[in-house]
């Protein structure tokens, strides 16, 4: 390396690379991910999931595995390496979605200011600075689940069409084995033939408005293509949607997006079905980013994009609306914030030349000198602390169940002293467990079943309606023939159970707590 580019080279740059490492490596902590192993496991055993066989309470419902080749990928992962193998692998994808987002925003600036080269080390930089702010704001949304891979489907198809919208790519057609893939992986994949949607939308507008062809992007299109590129992605998003058919489910995985995405039950109560609560920190750090964001645009007027301006108020409410849609709005953003920022000649400078000359590797005063090597030492110490971390939780299964809070134990215990013919009336967010670890029973509800209802039964309001005590709890959790209840120590449901003379505390300890139909 010449001495000219190692001085462009900065210890910021380095810390940067190591602490979004550091944030990225999460814990193996959601819930759900030991169902996604055992249906993995079942599906290479040859038992595919068009139907339930892993609740007593529904047995035969006709389910929508919308993320099934994902859960056969994660069985095999984990199987040949372990849980540490796997949150590397879901680390992998994710630093490949902000990476993209990164790209998009370098290819979208390229064609904005053409006098500035983005091929310099000050709009990388800011790329960098702005994965860890998204990151951060994220923290609560990302991790070993299956939407990450959405994440990454999400920004692959926004980079894909500005490379049509600058003419970077003749044609979309890419998007449609993108879809036939992403529909047998995630079922927000319908979230990328929104973007495509909306697209197309832009698209019909600015060929009509001549003030709106006359904006970027749209007025790198010339006026006698506008309508060629309107048929073509229209040709393509009705290509992408027949794709998404290509599943085991075929037509039926769009009832199954349609009907979680309106299901009111399951987002009045499930924690990632809930809108951005602005009391908590995730809800504060999501506001925030927006907000600045939003008066940065309205202060700089550097709006820059018309196809972010025109497409933003849905990402605003389906972001805001859900948690779960939380991160598309963020990493919508990303690239947007890049352009808006690398456009001011003095932030460039300040990632830049500013920066280099502080931190980078050139001749420098000792304390200096200090100073900056202290910046990546502190990243290696947050990577040191979070990676001993995650391979102590990811190799060491009862010090992952203390901290998440498993019943370990308590499975063991119904393991010894249930029969066949017990049903068990579990937690809500112990069921996956279960379904892993405890294999020979069925459970009563686990977090597939959020929004699964028959004409006179929906399962989450039913488990409700019992553990949140209704006036005729106890009838309902009689008609339901449990003859085992396994459950939350220290809840207020238990507490109850404690009281009714027909259930027996057969087990009990810090976590959970089993009672016994008399």
Do not use: C
């Not at 339930?52 to 994902?70: C, F, K, N, Q, R």
């Not at 372990?82 to 992998?92: K, P, R, S, Y």
Request: glycine fraction near 6%.
């Amino acid at each position: 390396m010449s001495s000219t580019k190692l001085r462009k080279f900065t210890t910021i740059d380095i810390a940067a690379v190591l602490f979004i490492f550091a944030l990225v490596l999460r814990i193996p902590a959601d819930p759900d991910m030991w169902w996604h192993l055992k249906v993995g496991q079942d599906i290479l055993a040859g038992i595919f999931p068009y139907h339930d066989i892993y609740t007593w309470s529904m047995p035969g419902y006709a389910w929508v595995d919308h993320e099934w080749l994902t859960e056969v990928l994660m069985y095999i992962i984990q199987h040949a390496t372990g849980l540490i193998g796997l949150g590397l692998a879901f680390t992998v994808v994710t630093l490949a979605a902000y990476g993209i987002a990164v790209r998009t925003g370098v290819l979208i600036y390229r064609h904005i200011n053409t006098a500035v080269s983005t091929e310099g080390s000050s709009i990388l930089r800011l790329g960098l600075v702005l994965v860890i702010v998204t990151i951060i704001v994220n923290l609560g949304v990302i991790g070993l689940r299956p939407q990450v891979i959405s994440l990454l489907g999400f920004t692959l198809v926004s980079y894909l069409i500005w490379q049509y919208l600058t003419g970077e790519r003749r044609s979309l057609w890419l998007l449609v084995p993108l879809f036939m893939l992403w529909a047998n992986m995630h079922g927000a994949f319908s979230m990328g033939l929104l973007l495509i949607g909306l697209t197309l939308l832009a698209l019909i507008g600015a060929m009509w408005i001549q003030s709106l062809r006359n904006v970027f992007p749209f007025s790198l299109i010339n006026a006698h293509d506008m309508a060629g590129r309107v048929r073509h992605t229209a040709a393509v998003l009705a290509g992408s949607v027949l794709a998404g058919l290509l599943n085991p489910y075929t037509y039926r995985i769009y009832e199954e997006v349609l009907r979680t995405g309106t299901d009111r039950e399951a987002h009045t109560v499930i924690n990632e079905w809930l809108s951005v609560n602005f009391q908590n920190l995730q809800g504060l750090l999501i506001g925030a980013l927006v907000f600045l964001f939003l008066w940065w645009l309205i202060w700089s007027r550097r709006s820059l994009s018309a196809w972010h301006m025109l497409i933003l108020p849905v990402f605003l409410y389906l972001g805001f609306s859900s948690i779960r849609f939380s991160a598309p709005l963020v990493i919508f953003l990303l690239p947007w914030m890049l352009i808006s920022l690398a456009d001011v000649a003095l932030i460039r400078k300040w990632f830049g030349q500013i920066l280099e000359s502080l931190f980078g590797f050139g001749r420098m005063p000792w304390f200096q000198l200090a100073v900056s090597a202290l910046i990546p030492i502190i990243s290696v110490i947050v990577l040191i602390v979070n990676g001993s971390q995650f391979i102590t939780y990811s190799t060491n299964m009862k010090q992952l169940s203390d901290l998440e809070q498993y019943p370990a134990a308590a499975v063991d215990y119904l393991r010894m002293h249930t029969s066949a013919d017990d049903r068990i009336f579990n937690d809500y967010n112990w069921g996956g467990y279960l379904i892993w670890f405890l294999p020979e029973h069925k459970v009563y509800i686990d977090g597939r079943m959020a929004s699964w209802q028959t004409s006179n039964v929906h399962i989450l309001d039913r488990y409700l309606h019992v553990t949140d005590l209704a006036p005729d709890w106890m009838d309902e959790l009689r008609a339901t023939g449990a003859t085992v209840v396994l459950t939350d120590a220290r809840g207020h449901f238990a507490a109850a159970l404690s009281q009714v003379n027909s259930f027996q505390q057969v087990y009990r300890d810090d976590v959970a707590v089993i009672y016994r139909r008399k």
